[in-house]
C-alpha cells in the first residue's frame, strides 16, 4: 500500500502562485509515475500533469502548459506541483495519485493510490 497526503492549497488571486506538495509513504518501491488531477464543482476529474519516478519524464494537459510545472524529490518522496499564473479556471480540488507504469499516463483509472486532495481557490 502507498499513502499520499497533499498539502499547500488555499485562497489566492488571479495571477498569483501556489506549490502543492504530496508526501508518499509506503510501498515507495512500487510507484513508477505521479500526477496530479483536479476536479471543479460539478465537473469530472482531469488530468493536470504527471512526472516519472525514475527518469525525466514530465506530461501537462494543454490547459496548464507553460504555468504549471511538476517536480519531485527521491529523497523526500515527495511530489510537487508549481503553480503560477493562477486563473479562475484553475479553481479545483486538486489530488496527487500514484502508479506503478507510464503507460497510457493520463488515463485516471490506471492509478493506484489517490490522496485525499487539497482546495485551490483562484479569486480576487
Known amino acids: 500500500q502507498v499513502q499520499l497526503v497533499e498539502s499547500g492549497g488555499g485562497l489566492v488571486q488571479p495571477g498569483g502562485s501556489l506549490r502543492l506538495s504530496c508526501v508518499a509513504s509506503?510501498?515507495?518501491?512500487?510507484?513508477?509515475?505521479m500526477a496530479w488531477y483536479r476536479q471543479a464543482p460539478g465537473k469530472e476529474r482531469e488530468f493536470v500533469a504527471a512526472?516519472?519516478?525514475?527518469?525525466?519524464?514530465?506530461y501537462y494537459a494543454d490547459s496548464v502548459k507553460g504555468r504549471f510545472t511538476i517536480s519531485r524529490d527521491n529523497a523526500k518522496n515527495t511530489v510537487y506541483l508549481q503553480m503560477n499564473s493562477l486563473k479562475f479556471e484553475d479553481t479545483a480540488v486538486y489530488y496527487c495519485?500514484?502508479?506503478?507504469?507510464?503507460?497510457?499516463?493520463?488515463?485516471?483509472?490506471?492509478?493506484?493510490?489517490w490522496g485525499q486532495g487539497t482546495q485551490v481557490t483562484v479569486s480576487s
Open positions: 495519485a500514484a502508479r506503478s507504469s507510464w503507460y497510457r499516463i493520463i488515463d485516471s483509472t490506471r492509478y493506484d493510490y
Open positions: 509506503g510501498r515507495i518501491s512500487s510507484i513508477n509515475a
Open positions: 512526472i516519472s519516478w525514475s527518469v525525466s519524464n514530465t
